[in-house]
């Protein structure tokens, strides 16, 4: 039994998609098309180049989310984020604020935090030579300064990664220590 046509909308046409199917209710003893089976080559998923291509077109560009701000639910914690190939500093200061960094001193470029889940702690201090950064990412001390004539800490702070209070931030080819 044919179902009543019902009236199109005013200058709107089905789709192509749309009459294609009306036509395969019409006459369900038609023979339908066999699907085809596209097949993958396994190269393209062990391809080493192939990949970092994949994760800079894909992650470079575009906002991630690295999780919910709850992840740092206290102020005065840092924790760490390895998830998209580079390594992350997830900060939360003393006045509440969450800050995103490149997780290496800027001196030699040692990983400052280890752990994966919230650390507490006034301020974080690098394993190699003890350079101690505050959680607002600014250099705060240098041990033996006076060996290092002339430096400017305030030139030094951790390298940023632009983000938000939600925890997303911009993967951009710019976030590596200089």
Known sequence: MNA??????????????????????RDPGRPKPTPTISEVAADRYLDPARFA????????????CLGPSAM????GT??????????????RDRGGVLHVFVNACRHRGTRLVDSTGPTP???????????????????LAIPRAETFPGIDRARLPLVRVPGTAKLSVHMSSSCSIQ
């Open 4 to 25: 009543p046509a019902l009236p199109l909308a005013r200058g709107r046409r089905p789709t192509a998609g749309q009459l294609r199917l009306a036509e395969e209710c």
């Open 53 to 64: 291509a994949e994760r800079a077109r894909l992650f470079g560009r575009m906002p991630l």
């Open 72 to 75: 740092l639910p206290e102020a």
């Open 78 to 91: 840092a924790m760490t984020h390895d998830g998209f190939g580079k390594p992350l500093l997830i900060t």
């Open 121 to 139: 702690g006034p301020r974080i201090v690098c394993p190699y030579h003890a350079w101690a950064y505050g959680l607002d990412g600014a250099l």
